[in-house]
């Protein structure tokens, strides 16, 4: 599919420098350019690639000056980097627009499906479930019985959702997610065996959360495991039964919450980060990767290590640990000068 500069400054609200009626079918680096893509110049440090780029169209930002000759058409916006964000999510948008039901899908004839609903092959939606409009399910994915999907999501190959889970609107499930399986839940027996506690509640994703592949989240034992709304989860991610995390948090790979945990809003948790059960995580908390969570922390607290401190104090700790031999050293000579005295 081609797109005239025109049509994209439109789109952008931009201004058109140059030729108004040059197409382009893809997008590129700018450094790698070629007839026929559209590329932007955000970072001043890739400046001289815009007088050498063979893209035919490059996106600048208002403030941009010329100090040479370029050949692109060039469209002029605000802020260069917003505007090539909007362009990728429209063109994801385009390239992902499939509808219809393909071959070898299983829909349950009591199923509710809204309009513009894409379901690959292989994929089963059970009984009772609710898909709202524009949802795109890809191939050998499961819907289980009364789970509900929001308008717009997206749900990759792969992925698995268990019965009587919901997820909302405008949200992204990558590929071999797991929500709902059953919460780790096991009551010890006097021969020192384990019984399995039934886990009878669910997980409510809220709207604009985007999990990313290979990740789990476990249905909670009772009521719901909830992710709320604005949340970003990396791959690889555990969350435990009967969690809860806060509106717009992001957390990185390969994290694991425990259950009953409650973290608040808008905080940043790193990669192989890990938060033991039962504890509440306030709102604007940061958390440094590989650190290890193990008691309640206040809002807008930094923290960093395992067992974790505040990250200051960590990093000044460090400072010392890493000179610990030598600092051993001194006092083993001081100790030796004393004995001599």
């Known amino acids: 599919m081609k797109f005239k500069a025109a049509e994209i400054a439109q789109l952008l609200q931009g201004t058109v420098k140059g030729d108004a009626n040059v197409e382009v079918s893809t997008l590129s680096k700018i450094e790698e350019g070629t007839e026929g893509t559209i590329s932007f110049l955000a970072n001043p ?26 050949s692109s058409t060039l469209i002029v916006v605000e802020d260069a980097y917003k505007a090539f ?3 990728l999510q429209h063109y994801n948008t385009i390239k992902n627009n499939k509808v219809g039901i393909e071959e070898f899908a299983k829909v349950n004839s009591t199923a ?30 499961t819907i289980g019985d009364y789970a509900k999907i929001g308008d717009n999501t997206v749900l990759y190959s792969g992925a698995q959702v268990y019965n009587e889970c919901e997820i909302g609107k405008n949200c992204i499930i990558h590929s071999n997610v797991v929500i709902g399986a059953d919460g780790f839940g096991f009551a010890p027996n006097a021969d020192g065996s384990f019984e399995k506690i039934p886990q ?10 985007e999990i990313g592949a290979g990740s789990t ?15 970003k989860l990396d791959n690889q991610i555990q969350i435990a ?4 995390i806060g509106e717009n948090t992001v957390i990185a790979s390969q994290t694991g919450v425990a259950g009953s945990t409650k973290i608040g809003r ?17 709102d604007y908390v940061q958390i440094q990767a590989q650190s290890g969570i193990n008691g309640n922390v206040e809002s807008k607290t930094q923290l960093y290590g395992s067992p974790a401190i505040d990250a200051a104090s960590f990093r000044k700790s460090y400072v010392y640990f ?16 004393n004995k001599q005295k």
């Open 266 to 282: 808008n905080c940043m948790i790193g990669g192989q980060v890990g938060i033991a059960g039962h504890l509440t995580i306030g």
């Open 322 to 337: 890493r000179k610990f031999p030598e600092i051993v050293k001194r006092i083993d000579k001081l100790e030796q000068e």
């Open 217 to 231: 989240i476990d249905r909670a034992t009772m009521g719901s495991t909830i992710i709320r709304k604005g949340v």
């Open 45 to 70: 440090k890739y400046e001289q690639f815009i007088y050498t780029t063979k893209a035919s169209i490059v996106i600048v930002s208002k403030d941009f000056v010329a100090t040479d000759y370029i």
């Open 241 to 244: 039964h009967n969690v809860q």
């Open 85 to 87: 964000t909007q362009l």
């Open 112 to 141: 509710q499906l809204g309009d513009n609903v894409y379901i690959g092959s292989f994929s089963y939606i059970g009984a009772n479930v609710s898909i709202g409009n524009n949802v795109k399910i890809y191939p050998n994915v």
């Open 200 to 209: 009878i509640g669910n997980v409510l994703i809220e709207d604009n959360v």
